[in-house]
């Protein structure tokens, strides 16, 4: 009896505490008439145009939200556009063909047009503690929102968003942008501000603590200080995450363009070394160590290769992110076990690999690019014959000579320069003058001789002398 009351008492005090929140979401809601505002239609993807139009059609709220709209008010081409509803996911998926739901943990709607998918979003409501909300929701000892799909008003939906920036909600039904959290503020004054308790929103999700950063780099804003001041102390709740999803935030962390400056904000409220703990055990008080020094570069490299709408490929990443911690974790087994250096080596790779799986769930197809990108730096001296030729063969010598040219610059060494010129060079000349070039090295060294086995003979014949 006792039981059933606190919980009725537990049910109507969440209830009012909702209410509240709501009443004070809509005392400080804004909305922005077009004039006021940049955006235009012409900008948004007919693909979400057309989901906003039949959704409002339909008779149900619609509205641009998230990244789409910041980027949008900021001058910017958006990279997707999201939309939420006050239709369920299954009513969403009754009104477009083309719609697959997804996701255990946020119910979505996929709504499919080729290769664009506009997601669709039902507005977030508040956990009130009640037997429906334990069956629609569910979170870990530490906090952690497990399952959420939890559904409410666009009033709750806004407080449930991570950041004011991306908590602005464009209507196609009267051009209009609704504020309920000061977004646009933010927005202007440049600033990454957690909607809520940040500690708490932390421990529902800790990727929000990636995800401040990751805009705070990009955006170039400066995070809030309430919001920052949680990060350091529980950066070690990333561990929580799974692997396969912390891959995901760590390419949108690096391969973004801003790889180099999120490096550094990593660095500086201690996110980096639940991401990359093999990497962290080797930096310098100093801050100058070749591995330190070759990933400030690979970063910028990164970044102007994107910038300039070039290829990246996530292995050259690692490859070089990891070189070092593999060099001194193969020399320790070399020493210890008496093994060829090469045979070492290939351990070394196993060891490092493994240990970073365990933390980002790095897919076979890339951790094999690596491992054949750090093959290929130990053949690189060996150039005599045919070798020089058959290894430009290799579909990754590009990025092995890439790796190359990277350690020369950063351990300013004169023979690894040396090699990295001659390869350059070996590149781009013709097939006469690189047989110049091969004519030019040493010779090759003597071949190793092989030792047979000796015959077995063959059993004696009883009888015979």
């Known amino acids: 009896m006792f039981t059933r009351v606190a919980n009725f008492c537990r049910k109507v005090l969440s209830r009012e505490e ?17 004039e006021q505002h940049n955006i235009s239609r012409k900008d948004i993807s007919e693909n979400a145009l057309k989901v906003l139009y039949r959704l409002n059609k339909a008779g149900y709220e619609a509205y641009l939200v998230g990244g789409g709209v910041r980027d949008l008010l900021l001058g910017k081409k958006p990279k997707d556009f999201d939309v939420t509803t006050n239709a369920t996911p299954e009513q969403v998926r009754k009104l477009f063909r083309n719609c697959r739901l997804v996701g255990r943990r ?21 956990h009130d503690g009640s037997p429906s909300d334990r069956t629609t929701s569910q979170r870990g000892q530490n906090g952690m929102l497990l399952r959420d799909n939890i559904f409410g008003s666009i009033e709750e939906d806004a407080q449930r968003r991570d950041f004011t920036i991306n908590s602005l909600y464009y209507s196609v039904a009267d051009f209009t ?34 995800r401040a950063v990751r805009f705070a780099a990009k955006l ?25 999803r912390l891959f995901e935030e760590s390419l949108k962390l690096l391969q973004a363009g801003y790889g180099f400056d999120t490096y ?42 994107i910038h300039n709408d070039m290829r990246v490929n996530p292995a050259f990443l690692f490859a070089a ?13 070399a020493q ?14 196993n060891d490092v690999l493994d240990e970073a799986c365990r933390t980002l769930a790095i897919p076979k197809r890339i951790t094999t690019l690596v491992r054949d990108i ?3 730096q130990l053949r690189m001296s060996r150039r005599q014959g045919k070798r020089a030729w058959k290894l430009m063969e290799h579909p990754k010598f590009r990025a092995a000579y890439d790796l190359l040219a990277l350690r020369a610059e950063v351990e300013n060494n004169a023979e690894l320069q040396k090699l990295a010129k001659w390869w350059g060079e070996f590149q781009v000349s013709a097939p006469p003058e690189q047989k110049d070039m091969l004519t030019g090295l040493d010779e090759d060294p003597a071949p190793r001789r092989r030792h047979r086995r000796p015959r077995k003979r063959a059993p004696r014949r009883e009888g015979s002398a």
Request: charged share 25%; glycine share 4%; net charge negative.
């Open 321 to 333: 992110m990891f070189w070092y911690p593999l060099l001194e974790m193969a020399q320790k087994i």
């Open 106 to 126: 946020f119910r979505l709607a996929h709504v499919m047009f080729g290769p664009e998918i506009i997601e669709v979003a039902t507005f977030r409501g508040h």
């Open 374 to 376: 750090w093959q290929l």
């Open 177 to 210: 942008v609704r504020d309920y959290v000061g977004g646009m503020k933010d927005l202007r004054e440049g600033v990454i501000r957690l909607i809520g308790d940040p500690e708490t929103r932390y421990r529902e999700d800790p990727v929000r603590m990636l």
């Open 18 to 34: 909702s209410m509240a929140q709501d009443a004070v979401a809509q005392s400080h809601m804004s909305v922005i008439p077009r």
């Open 264 to 305: 550094k904000l990593l660095r500086e409220y201690s996110l980096f070394q639940p991401l990359f703990p093999t990497i962290v055990r080797y930096f310098t008080e100093k801050g100058d160590s070749p591995m330190e020094r070759i990933i400030n570069q690979v970063f910028k490299n990164t970044d102007t290769r």
């Open 336 to 349: 210890e076990s008496g093994l060829a250096y090469y045979d070492a080596f290939a351990l070394a790779a």
């Open 220 to 244: 170039n804003m400066r995070i809030s200080e309430e919001t920052a001041e949680p990060i350091p102390r529980l950066a070690t709740l990333i561990n929580d995450v799974p692997p396969a």
